[in-house]
């Protein structure tokens, strides 16, 4: 019999400076803090503040042991997580975190269209990779299609292409998106 799981219920993330994160995940990024816990290791227990009830507690940040030696996060050959995504529910919504980072001093390196939705992607204050992003209405219908597996940088002056609202007949993971960006594929320098 196989596991039942319902849901990914949260995230422990370890940071060197505990205060430094919780007033990045608070200010920046939007986190309310549901639980600070004295007594089991000064842990802050985050939330998106939405639905409490249901959603308890998200996002929480663990001091490590020794700020002075801790390990950076895992580069890209580095065995761990990647990032961390979190889902806003409309593109305006992308741009207005995108906007917020920036206003932050926060960069964003990369701004990525992955057919299914589009990304942008950023660290914390320690390195921990973060991605925001917003998923086209549909994405299950890309999904079970094929997206094909070309990226493309966008910019906040691209429209959203049509596959966003409704994918073609004749949708080719390999070649619909391809022709539909051809001529606007840039570097992140060209996009800033």
Do not use: C
Not at 2 to 16: D, F, K
Not at 40 to 55: K, Q
Not at 100 to 112: A, E, F, G, K, Q
Request: charged content about 30%; overall charge negative; glycine content about 6%.
């Amino acid at each position: 019999m196989a596991i039942r799981l319902s849901r990914i219920g949260h995230v422990a993330l370890r940071v060197r400076d505990l205060q430094r994160a919780k007033k990045f995940y608070t200010e920046v990024m939007g986190f309310k803090v549901a639980e600070e816990d004295p007594e089991h290791g000064n842990d802050v227990f985050m939330s998106l503040g939405h639905d409490d009830h249901n959603d308890g507690h998200t996002f929480d940040l663990v001091q490590v042991e020794d700020p002075q030696t801790a390990s950076p996060p895992p580069d890209r050959n580095g065995v761990g997580y990647a990032h961390i995504a979190i889902k806003v529910d409309t593109h305006d919504n992308l741009k207005e975190a995108h906007d917020h980072l920036v206003s932050h001093s926060v960069t964003v390196d990369r701004m990525i269209e992955h057919a299914n939705q589009r990304s942008i992607y950023f660290a914390d204050p320690d390195g921990n990779r973060l991605e925001i992003y917003y998923e086209y209405p549909t994405a299950r219908e890309l999904f079970r299609r094929g997206r094909g597996d070309r990226d493309f940088i966008f910019t906040f002056d691209d429209p959203v292409p049509p596959w966003a609202t409704g994918v073609p007949d004749d949708w080719d993971p390999e070649t619909t998106a391809e022709r539909y960006h051809r001529g606007t594929v840039r570097t992140m320098e060209q996009s800033s």
